[in-house]
């Protein structure tokens, strides 16, 4: 079996990774191990890519203080969750970089405001303030994002309600 170096990465250009070729000559099965990695599919996630870029290189102290880069898994669980949310009528969210290598998915929008800060793999808490009716909720979330999924449902069919309202 050969390797060759297959250039693609993952928010990172300096990060190489390998892809196993083989020649076929033997007639024996080999058993390969093959890793996947989804190619985003959603528009959200083609669009913040540099931005993705921009975090997970963040010098250290970047905060003035003691700032680390937005850690890789982090990165990565969080660009994996804007898939999972993506709403076509909705803008992509603001990543806001937290100081202790965690990072934040904002959408300040229509009388919402919508904060999601992903902590780690399957470690999310998410805030929701509705400016009109003057409430807020708060939730923890680690393995079903159904309720997150279901704010920002509802967050896109307010804008569109907006938008047909102004005649847009």
Known sequence: MNAQRDFTTAFQDEIPNYRAVTDGISSLGIRSTRVRVANPRSE??????E???????????????????????CAQFAANL???????????????????????????????????????????????????????E???IQTDFTELSEWITELATERLEIQVQAGG
């Open 138 to 140: 708060e939730i923890e």
């Open 44 to 49: 959200w996630v083609k669009e913040l890519e």
């Open 82 to 136: 804007i898939e999972r949310l993506y709403n076509r009528s909705l803008p992509a969210p603001q990543l806001v970089p937290m100081a202790n290598g965690t990072m934040r998915l904002e959408w300040h929008m229509n009388e919402f405001d919508v904060e999601v800060d992903v902590l780690g793999p399957y470690d999310v808490v998410a805030y929701r303030a509705d400016l009109l009716n003057d409430t807020e």
């Open 51 to 73: 931005r993705f870029d921009v975090l997970t290189s963040l010098r250290r102290g970047w905060d003035g203080y003691t700032g680390v880069p937005v850690s890789f898994t």
